[in-house]
């Protein structure tokens, strides 16, 4: 069954799901001069896998600013751009995911305020004021 004690809560849980067992700080003397507690630990950082996630997304990033009038192009590129860059930092953390995600961002809100507002003008245009 499970532990229900302030112990258990105040352990670390590993990448299983399992409470790690506690260890006891070392002692540790550096150049002769002071001492210094440190706690071991056990845990390994982890190895960001190079992914082409990030690249795409900043390709498609800019191509979805550069062709905001185009919205043919503007939104399946920034569309993309944006899913490939939350994909790319959920995966490997990536600044050029990080970057692509705001360009398409950035595109998407041109691209979509320069047609609403051309449909507001034509609309403007043509109403009998």
Avoid at 32 to 48: C, D, G, L, R, Y
Wanted: hydrophobic letters at 40%; one cysteine or more.
């Amino acid at each position: 069954m499970g532990e229900n004690t302030l112990e258990t809560y105040n352990r670390k849980l590993n990448r299983f799901g399992k409470y790690e067992p506690e260890r006891e700080p070392e002692f540790k003397k550096e150049d002769n001069t002071e001492a210094k507690f440190e706690t071991i630990s056990e845990e390994k950082p982890v190895a960001k896998t190079r992914s082409s996630l990030g690249v795409i997304s900043l390709t498609l990033g800019i191509i979805s600013v550069i062709s905001t009038v185009f919205y043919y192009i503007c939104l399946p590129a920034g569309i993309i751009g944006l899913v490939t860059g939350v994909k790319a930092v959920r995966k490997t953390g990536s600044k050029g995911g990080k970057a692509g995600e705001i360009l398409s961002i950035v595109g998407l809100a041109i691209c979509i305020f320069l047609y609403v507002s051309t449909i507001f003008l034509v609309v403007l245009a043509n109403s009998d004021f």
